[in-house]
């Protein structure tokens, strides 16, 4: 069963009522939205967000009590302010164009079925076609990275997004034997970077920090990040909440400093002597340091361990 992360601290810190309008950006298999759903009650409203056609039905069929109090988007959240503005056009005359919201969650985690389902190319312990979309309409494959970028794109990538201390070595390798066979299943790709790092000691799996950045470059991850997050600050009530769950230190390190951004003025770089100041501070930062599931969740639910929870609140 999907047990949605974080859950009462969600549930509590975002401060939810009877008739809010909320947010979630990452519907998933919906664990978090039936919460959420069952606080805002048939007064309130979800606009909820999702890229996988497989996990939108599945989330559905679970919110399925709950059907009119739900406008279902199947794409990518960076498109969120466009598709709450066409929302806000197509409801009743008396409601304003543009829709604002009490408050928005994002869980920017892997759900279930992408690592349990070997035919979607994410698990590196179960084989699989090197696919890696979550949205199964785009193009770009990790086997169309793997097999095709040049060889200092990959180990950008590889440094960037996978925090890889030998992307060099790996790029390397992978461009030598993509010469003699493409690399075409998940199976093939780990073990060949496992016998390629033998010699560097490490805790984790040698294939993990490499999945990331090929996960994490198909779908655009860091870009769609930086992009979505203003958004959501411009679409929120004064008062209202954003809460978001990372799951790695790039995806933490992207929401803390968009942030602290967001909760000081922005003075005008071209006018140093007179501090003229071009955006006023827009948030507070309710959670000083990330909150961070307690030993009883992680037993409960080992995939929450590396979860981090950041809220901000709208001036």
Request: with cysteine.
């Amino acid at each position: 069963m999907h047990i949605p992360v974080l859950r009462k601290e969600i549930i509590e810190l975002l401060q939810l009522k009877k008739g809010d309008k909320v947010i979630d950006a990452t519907l998933g298999l919906g664990g978090h939205s039936e919460e959420i759903l069952k606080v805002i009650g048939k007064s309130g409203h979800l606009y909820a967000f999702e890229q996988d056609g497989r996990n939108l039905e599945r989330a559905k069929e679970r919110l399925r009590e709950f059907e009119s109090q739900v406008t279902y988007f199947h794409t990518n959240f960076v498109s969120l302010k466009t598709c709450l503005a066409a929302a806000g056009s197509s409801e009743r005359a008396v409601q304003p164009p543009s829709i604002r919201v009490d408050a928005i969650l994002f869980d920017l985690g892997l759900s279930s079925p992408h690592v349990d389902d070997s035919s979607r190319g994410f698990s590196f312990r179960e084989d699989g076609p090197l696919d890696m979309r979550f949205d199964s309409r785009e193009d770009l494959t990790a086997a169309d990275i793997v097999n095709r970028w040049p060889e200092p794109d990959l180990v950008e990538i590889f440094s960037k997004y996978g925090e890889e201390r030998a992307s060099k070595k790996v790029a390397a390798g992978i461009v030598a034997r993509r010469k003699e066979k493409h690399f075409e299943t998940t199976l093939d790709l780990a073990g060949f970077i496992r016998e390629l790092k033998q010699k560097f000691p490490s805790k984790k799996d040698h294939a993990t920090q490499v999945f990331q950045a090929l996960r994490m470059a198909v779908n655009d991850e860091v870009s769609v990040l930086e992009e979505v997050l203003p958004q959501a600050i411009e679409v929120l009530k004064p008062g209202g909440r954003l809460a978001v769950i990372s799951y790695h230190s790039i995806e933490d390190r992207i929401v803390k400093n968009i942030f602290r951004d967001y909760s000081k003025d922005l003075d005008d770089p071209n006018e140093p002597l007179i501090n003229k100041v071009i955006r006023e501070k827009q948030v507070e930062i309710i959670t000083k340091k990330p909150i961070v599931p307690t030993e009883e969740e992680i037993s409960e639910n080992p995939r929450a361990r590396s979860a981090k929870l950041r809220i901000i609140g709208k001036i």
